[in-house]
């Protein structure tokens, strides 16, 4: 069974930084690309950054460009995010989830790999960024 785990949301200032992480299991970490994905309110969930552990490379989408950094781990089956120079419009709930990218001329779009059947999203890690 395939078991993703976030963690480490939380409040900030806008200003402020967090690291999430999330911690896979039940399939083989360096096949799959992991990445961040979030849904703010009333807001259809967009994917944030894609982390490919076997290719050591991160991408992220034009919003978090600069501020977020992705990285894995993979003895330890986790991949990381952190998030520095948090903006209000970052608040949301964060989810993990395999992903594949998508290159539009420079801009990266973060989309779920479907390959990885991992059931439902989870309850995912709430960030919240006040101003």
């Known amino acids: 069974e395939v078991q993703l785990q976030a963690s480490g949301g939380g409040w900030v200032q806008a200003g402020g930084s967090l690291r999430l992480s999330c911690t896979a299991s039940g399939f083989l970490f360096d096949e799959y690309s992991l990445g961040w994905f979030r849904q703010a309110p009333g807001k259809e969930r967009e994917g944030v950054s894609c982390?490919?552990?076997?290719?050591?490379?991160?991408w992220y989408i034009d919003s978090v460009k600069g501020r977020f950094i992705g990285s894995s781990d993979s003895a330890k089956k986790t991949v990381y995010l952190q998030m520095n120079t948090l903006k209000p419009e970052d608040t949301a709930v964060y989810y993990c989830?395999?992903?594949?990218?998508?290159?539009?001329?420079?801009?990266?779009?973060?989309?779920?790999?479907?390959?990885?059947?991992?059931?439902?999203w989870g309850q995912g890690t709430q960030v919240t960024v006040s101003s």
């Open positions: 989830g395999a992903c594949f990218v998508v290159d539009y001329s420079g801009s990266y779009r973060v989309f779920v790999d479907n390959r990885v059947d991992f059931g439902s």
């Open positions: 982390i490919s552990s076997r290719e050591g490379r991160s």
